[in-house]
Each structure stands twice: as structure tokens, then as C-alpha cells.
């Protein structure tokens, strides 16, 4: 992890520091009072990133996704842990979506339907059918974000900036730009790329597009970026009744 510490006018102390994780580049700017919250945090914030990654990283083949995955169903000793978390968020987002945020569309054979075979229980999720494989990666920047926010507390950081891969970012406090919240963007950033498919129609999205939302949340952010990006004027109507969007930006 690569660091710099700055002494500001005002008489702050900044960090800026910056690691990869999630697949990505993690850049994170902290002010307090004094130096001494200031690594103890970036160091908290990359250890919990890694947990979470480690439990929703569906490429490798160790962490528990992977292994849910392979076998089908997994028992949680603790399920306030994070795949047991997101699994379970995500489920409520589907709904909240009208299907277009779906976890399991890179299932074989996948449908609109696919998600009706994936079962969460009190410690326990499981698929009824072995084609079910869940795919995490538009969701797990964004839950990432959310979780980061009790650590900033926990340490007394109340500005900060917490920038995923320039896709998903978290704002708090006094920072340039007077922007608190998260901010995600979903789409393709060239003509050429071909990443995002709808769930409902199986289409993918074509040519450059991009959409930014601005949310309070991470997790929310990172869900109606994508959906806003795939619905039509009826959907998005919905999705603004089912959320609190504070702003959109298409590109």
C-alpha cells in the first residue's frame, strides 16, 4: 500500500493512500485532527475490503461464492457475515428492481426466472438447481462502501473519500466538490465494449452508454446504476417510486 501524509493550512492532518483490491485500483483521502487515526483507518478499511472479497470474489476458487457455487448450497455458523449479507440484499433488490438488478444472470440457461431457485433460510442458502451460479460483481464495490462508513466512524473520520475504481465512490464530511453520498456509474465507457446484459430480455447493451446515480447508499448506488441504465420510462417511474435517487446523469 502506497501512502502520502500532508500537514494542511487549517491545521489537519490528509492521507492519501491507495492499493488494489476488488479487481481495481482503491484510493482513499482521510482528514482528522492529527495523525494518529489516520493509517490505523486506511489499514482497518483494507483489511475489511479484503474480507469481502474473499467471501463474494466468484473468480476465486476459494472464496465461499466460489464454493457456493460448486456445491449448491452452503450452511453459515454466523449469518451476519457478508455473503450471507449480500446474497440476502441482493434478493430484496431483484424485487425492488422489477427483476432488472439480478444476480444469477450469468447462470446457465438463465431466465427471469432463474432467481426463484435460490433459497436463503435462517443459516443456510442453497439453488434448487446446479445450472444457478451468482455473480456478485455489480453489487459488491457499492456493499463494500457501506460497510467502510462504521469504520471512518469508529476511528472519529468524519471527512474522507473513498474512490472504487472511479465507478463507485464515497464521499463524507468537508471534501472538494461539496458532494456527501455515494456517486456509482454503470455502462460502457467505449463504443466497442459489451459487459452488461438485461436480465429480463437477455439483450445486451451496445455503443457507449453510461449512467450515474447519486445515492446516499453504496450498495443502492451500485443497484440502480445498472437498472436505470437497462429500464424504460415505465421501469425507471418505478424505480423512482422504490428509491431515493437524488440524482441521475446519463453520458
Known amino acids: 500500500m502506497y501512502h502520502v501524509i500532508r500537514e494542511l493550512p487549517d491545521g489537519t492532518t490528509a492521507l492519501y493512500a491507495w492499493f488494489a483490491a476488488m479487481h481495481t485500483r482503491v484510493d482513499v483521502l482521510l482528514k482528522a485532527a492529527d495523525v494518529a487515526p489516520l493509517m ?13 472479497e474473499t467471501a463474494g470474489n466468484r473468480f476465486d476458487p476459494t472464496s465461499q461464492l466460489a464454493m457456493l457455487n ?35 444472470v450469468s447462470s446457465r440457461a438463465h431466465s427471469p426466472h432463474t432467481i426463484d431457485l435460490v433459497h436463503v433460510t435462517a443459516d443456510a442458502i442453497y439453488f434448487d438447481e446446479p445450472t444457478v451460479s451468482l455473480d456478485l460483481c455489480g453489487f ?6 457501506d460497510q467502510i462508513k462504521p469504520v471512518l466512524a469508529a476511528h472519529g473520520i468524519a471527512d474522507a473519500i473513498v474512490n472504487m475504481g472511479n465507478s463507485s465512490v464515497l464521499a463524507m464530511g468537508r471534501v472538494p466538490g461539496n458532494f456527501t453520498g455515494c456517486l456509482t456509474t454503470s455502462g ?12 429480463i430480455t437477455g439483450r445486451w ?16 448506488g451500485e443497484v440502480l446504476a445498472t437498472s436505470v441504465l ?14 431515493q435517487i437524488e440524482d441521475i446523469n446519463y453520458q
Open 40 to 52: 490505523p483507518t486506511v489499514h482497518d478499511i483494507r483489511q475489511l475490503i479484503g474480507e469481502i
Open 70 to 104: 460448486r456445491n449448491g448450497q452452503m450452511t453459515f455458523a454466523h449469518p451476519e457475515g457478508h455473503l450471507y449479507r449480500m446474497i440476502t440484499q441482493c434478493l430484496r433488490f431483484h424485487a425492488l428492481t422489477l427483476g432488472l438488478f439480478d444476480i444469477t
Open 140 to 145: 459488491i464495490k457499492g456493499y463494500a462502501l
Open 188 to 199: 460502457n465507457d467505449t463504443a466497442t465494449r459489451r459487459h452488461i446484459v438485461n436480465p
Open 205 to 220: 447493451v451496445e455503443g457507449r452508454r453510461q449512467v450515474s446515480v447519486r445515492t446516499q447508499g453504496g450498495a443502492e
Open 230 to 243: 437497462l429500464a424504460d420510462d415505465s421501469q425507471l417511474l418505478q424505480l423512482k417510486r422504490n428509491f
